[in-house]
């Protein structure tokens, strides 16, 4: 499944470019992200139920020179977009709406690149659960 997504206008956590940003959502697919123009960081944490790396974060700035990273099953992913931006994104499964969910990218506890930074974040986003809060359902 394929996709194209751009975005404008804000930078910050998840889903943003002003300071925008995207909570990290996750699901039971895995995906390919690459960016076709534009400038992001992307974070990627460990959010499998059993995983000795649960919790841990790994960030990665995307550009148009930059490889594309693969976000495994049970990984949240989240962007904070420093200008507008287009992804391009290829899924290993259908979108699942009643497998999306996450965690809330304003959480103290994760190690987020954009910790401090303005944050623009929609209601729902604010609204997800903390770290110690949220019940993994993907497996190691």
Known sequence: ???????RGVTGVQTCA??????????????LIRVLSGHATACIIDLRK????????????????SH???????????????TEVVYHYVC????DFWSDHG???????IDYPWKGSEII????DKNLPLLKDF??????
């Open 68 to 82: 594309a990273i693969y976000v495994p099953p049970g990984y949240g992913n989240s962007y904070w977009t420093h």
């Open 18 to 31: 002003l300071p925008i940003c995207f909570p990290v959502t996750i699901g039971q697919q895995g995906k």
């Open 103 to 109: 965690v809330n990218p304003l959480d103290s506890e």
């Open 92 to 95: 290993t499964e259908e979108y």
């Open 50 to 65: 059993g995983s000795p790396l649960y919790g841990h974060t790994e960030s990665f700035e995307l550009t148009v020179e």
């Open 121 to 124: 974040l929609s209601e729902k």
């Open 135 to 140: 019940k993994p359902t993907a497996e190691v």
């Open 1 to 7: 499944r394929r996709r194209h997504t751009r975005f």
